[in-house]
């Protein structure tokens, strides 16, 4: 039984990138310590964040890519989400322009 359409998947592979920088970070040299920890600042970062900020952030890019005010324009904002994302149903692009226009 098919209940609509796929809801989208996030995938997130920060930690993998952030045990990597861990491993080059235990063997690097002084001189290049400071790049490695400012890297390994911003994707601890990035792996803080909960999967409804980084979905809404990526709503938002989308949005203001295609110069829409989801505020202003729900029905327009919903559409270009779902033109980024063809399978995703109506109710998902519905759900992420509203977490958009709550500043989520």
């Known amino acids: 039984m098919t209940f609509g359409k ?3 998947v996030l ?11 861990r ?6 040299a002084d001189t290049e310590r ?6 390994l600042a911003i994707i601890e ?10 979905l809404a952030h990526w709503a938002r890019s989308i949005l203001d890519d295609a110069g829409i005010d989801a505020a202003r324009e729900h029905v327009k904002a919903v559409a270009a989400v ?9 109710l998902a692009a519905n759900r992420l322009v509203t977490e958009v226009t709550a500043g989520r």
């Open 23 to 28: 491993g080059a970070l235990a063997s690097a």
């Open 45 to 54: 970062a990035q792996c803080a964040r909960s999967d409804g900020e980084v």
């Open 11 to 21: 995938y997130r592979d920060g930690n993998d990138i952030r045990l990597a920088l």
């Open 6 to 8: 796929v809801p989208l």
């Open 82 to 90: 779902r033109k980024a994302v063809p399978d995703l149903s109506l």
């Open 34 to 39: 400071p790049g490695l920890e400012r890297a």
